[in-house]
């Protein structure tokens, strides 16, 4: 059930002197070590000395993606490059790229990180691990494949693409675990169905996926085609990578591993720390990253702290699932829209499949947004007045949950094209 008992288990007293110590010890590496962090102190005559409990956390300054990229590539890091031995790095699609670096003990950390990670999420030494994660300068494929090898299980580094190899070695290699993107999960389980092999003819018990926000709804999508438990798993390359946190089999919220990350919820507007249930935005500091450390990181994710302890015996803080983020947020007519929200209405109203694609433009001064829907085999070959009652069906609840008018434009299936990585929902040309 547990990886390591003694730390995820450890008692709160205890939990809150560790991270009091080690982030006292990630403040003084960040002063003295990385140029930028001892400028931002200096600038609100903050020193070392003055972080004597976790409240004083509220008194370091944020730091952000950009600050990453005003320093690219190497400024933030608080090691000589001679100390490093593994650099990944975002793929810069909206500017330079946030390169992040590991010294041997990160990278030994990580790995353990990832190993209590798989536990928590189902996985024992006795799987075997189909890794569908991309492999390179993303985190999350070495990730989830050093993990698995700390854990003892057997790893198959498949990487993405090639869905219908994925499928045959999944049914031939007898692969118990599958771990990707959810949407790509999904596109496995089409293909799957495509060549006529049943979620019964493979042996997969469990999916640990993330890297994209997901609903429940489609949890529950995804649990049905390819009969499985799935989990939700999260990170980000910033802070390490994934392992920053994962579900339990309670599938009650995600558990932060806080012997390593400290986590606030703040108003992203103000920056004010926000209290237990209240939605805001995650905030992360690493307290025992070498290389790269960063102190209140501000990740963007939308979540919230869920209070209480949990079943399973872990009593590391649980953060609820990600429901977007502030910059992936569209604002149309002044209203907050995110696509996980399309997403819940389309696999609760049945009929649709769910893959979607959110078009923004803008008509004279006025936002206009088009939801375009994958209307399922079977009904895109039925009578055209029942697809006309789904799609008024469909712009009812979606106008009902999203606060704005919307035109809904059925397609037929599999004409929105599939991602093997996070999968692209919006299309805002107001920006072009």
């Known amino acids: 059930m547990y990886w390591n008992e003694r730390y995820e288990c450890m008692p709160a007293a205890e939990l809150q002197e560790l991270q009091l110590e080690r982030l006292q010890a990630t403040v003084r590496r960040a002063f003295f070590d990385v140029p930028f962090y001892r400028r931002a102190f200096q600038e609100i005559g903050l020193e070392p000395g003055d972080i004597k409990s976790l409240d004083d956390l509220q008194r370091l300054p944020f730091t952000t993606k950009q600050d990453l990229r005003d320093n690219y590539p190497y400024g933030m890091f608080a090691v ?21 670096g590991y010294t041997r003990h990160d990278i030994d950390v990580w790995s353990e990180l990832m190993a209590r990670a798989l536990v928590c999420g189902g996985a024992t030494r006795h799987d075997i691990i189909q890794n ?33 190899r ?46 994209e926000p997901w609903s429940e709804s489609m949890r529950q999508e995804i649990e049905k085609r390819l009969g499985i438990s799935a989990v939700d798993i999260y990170g980000l390359s910033e ?25 606030e919820i703040i108003d992203p507007v103000t920056g004010k720390q926000l209290p237990p249930g209240q939605r805001g935005e995650l905030v992360i500091t690493s307290l025992t990253k070498e290389a790269l450390p960063v102190i209140r990181y501000r990740t963007r994710d939308i979540t919230s702290l869920i209070p209480g302890p949990c079943p399973c015996g872990r009593t590391h803080p649980r953060v609820a699932r990600f429901t977007g983020r502030t910059d992936d947020m569209l604002i149309i007519r002044g209203v907050n829209v995110f696509p996980s929200q399309v997403e819940s209405v389309l696999l609760e109203m049945g009929g649709t499949e769910p893959h979607y694609l959110l078009i923004v433009d803008r008509q004279g001064s006025l936002d206009t947004l088009e939801i375009k829907v994958e209307v399922s085999e079977t009904l895109f070959s039925d009578k ?30 599999k004409s929105i094209q599939r991602s093997e990585g996070k999968a692209v929902r919006v299309i805002d040309k107001r920006k072009i």
């Open 80 to 100: 000589p490059m001679s100390e490093i031995v593994r650099i990944h790095s975002s793929s810069g699609t909206t500017g330079k790229p946030t390169v992040v």
């Open 132 to 164: 569908a994660y991309g492999y390179g300068l993303f985190t999350g494929g070495l990730g989830i494949h050093y993990g698995s090898e700390r854990l003892g299980a057997s790893v198959i580094p498949i990487s993405g693409g090639n869905t219908k």
């Open 166 to 211: 994925q499928v045959m070695i999944m049914k031939d290699y007898g692969s118990t675990v599958l771990t990707c993107t959810p949407s790509y999960a999904l596109h496995i389980a089409e293909v799957m169905a495509e060549m006529g092999i049943k979620p019964e003819e493979i042996k997969l018990r469990c999916g640990i996926f993330g890297a």
């Open 239 to 263: 802070v390490i990578g994934p392992g920053v946190g994962i579900e339990c089999q309670e599938k009650n919220g995600l558990h932060i591993f806080a012997d390593h990350f400290l986590i």
């Open 384 to 413: 055209v007045r029942r697809l006309e009652d789904l799609e008024k069906r469909l712009r009812h609840e979606l106008e009902s949950t999203l606060g704005i008018s919307v035109k809904v434009t059925l397609v037929e299936p």
